[in-house]
């Protein structure tokens, strides 16, 4: 069993932190080693592109991998090394590379010629399955060329339809390049480049904050309230099941609109994870994976609403774009949204549940030895210490050295894997007072003399996320163990966002899933003791 930070002294954890320090040194040495090719690649770029980068996500230090070619579920760089994508095109890659019915059905597109400057009929059908598949929510829909378009689309939307203009977000929303608030202005290793919005930002799965932002709002000035159910970039956070109905019943009774950006989190469930969750939001944005992994989004929901989009009628809002129906887009859509029908869409959502409590069980086992943990029961359960969309399920089958998870201990952008709550009317660490049941507490409280003291209730690396979509979770304090992690996975030929972000593609299978618990049980076996 391995110690942890939680129970080191200062300058015990400032060695830790240099310890980390100098194994990326030597990670990132062989990793410059390996890799001249993708190093030549990037040096290059950098002549003509700033830092040698057209999209800030994939910049990875010393310098990002380039590749040369996809298969199935595998990459294949310059230098020849081929790597298992854990990464997924940050959820748009969910087909894998290169499938065959997508590909059968651009290269049949493509012999009827594109850029036709008119309708075509892959739109038609397109239109259909994404409707038919996401009721009862899209009634109507439009097609755009990315998420952000759709999310910039669906705000416009909104400001036209309630002639308002305040739009309620939240910290760690990302909504697209132009509708980014991951960060706290102080955090964010890069600012953003939103657009000029009247942003109202609220705590995300904070009910009492939320409600007292929008408290404070002049009245009849919010326009819609843009939300993900589960935010995504921010490190795969579920929504609690409360605070989205919250968001719903606020915008029903002040007549501004709910809009889900699905964008992510529509792969979660056949018809979405809003429909999952049993929340209708007025407009829903749909991304690239709904185009069959290309350019591509969408944003549709109440007939009413988007019927201001009708072009035979007067007065109607209008909406251009030159590639909104481009025929590779649509091609490779139908075909994509017949590929992932829903026996393969809760395949895959399997996939990543079973991978997620073997990650959790792998680091539980190391440190804190054979203790007893959460059990994995449906999705209620607790995994990597985060709290469940599933409210039913809010509390531990089994005694166990953890607290009662109630319903006001969810995880948020600052907090993604929240410690386990202190014993009833015990300060928490930020000196507020616990107000949770009386029944709750920590099993090594009064209650419990017989047992030993708790481990740390967080461990130094934890995994949050539903289904497919996944994040690995390490403190704030040690800011060397995302790149460390990354540079290992990557030595192991896995790889993923140098952050920890994971989406599978359909490709993947078991095999997959062990090589990457293997590969997390060796980082936790020879980093352990500097985490």
Known sequence: MSSTKEHCSESEHLKMNQNAKDALAKLHSTYTHLNPSSLQAHQSARQHQPGGNTRTVLHANPFPITFASGNGCTLTSLDGHTYTDFLGEYTAGIYGHNNATIRAAIDESLTRGWSLGGNNRYEKELAKLVCERFTPTMELVRFTNSGTEANMMAVATAIAWTGRKKILVFEGGYHGATLSFRNPPRESATKSVNLPHEWVVGTYNDIERTDEILAALPPKSLAAILVEPMLGNAGAIPGSLPFLQFLRTYASSHDALLIFDEVMTSRLSYRGLGHKLGIQPDLMTLGKW???????????????????????????LAHAGTFNNNVISMAAGCAGCKVLDEETTNRLNDLGERLKEMVTDVVEKHFYGNECHPSAADEGSLKGNVYSINPRENCLKMPTRSAIITQNLLPSPSNPTPNLPPAPNQPHTNGTTNNTTPHT??????QHPHLPPSPPSKPPLSISGLGSILALHFPPSSPYLPSLFYHHMLSRNIYLAERGFMALNIEMGMQEVEMFVQATREFVQRYGEVM
């Open 441 to 446: 507490h920590t099993l090594s409280s009064p």
């Open 290 to 316: 709904v185009g069959g992994g290309m350019s591509f989004g969408a944003f549709g929901g109440r007939r009413d609403i988007m019927e201001m989009y009708d072009p035979s009628k007067s007065g109607s």
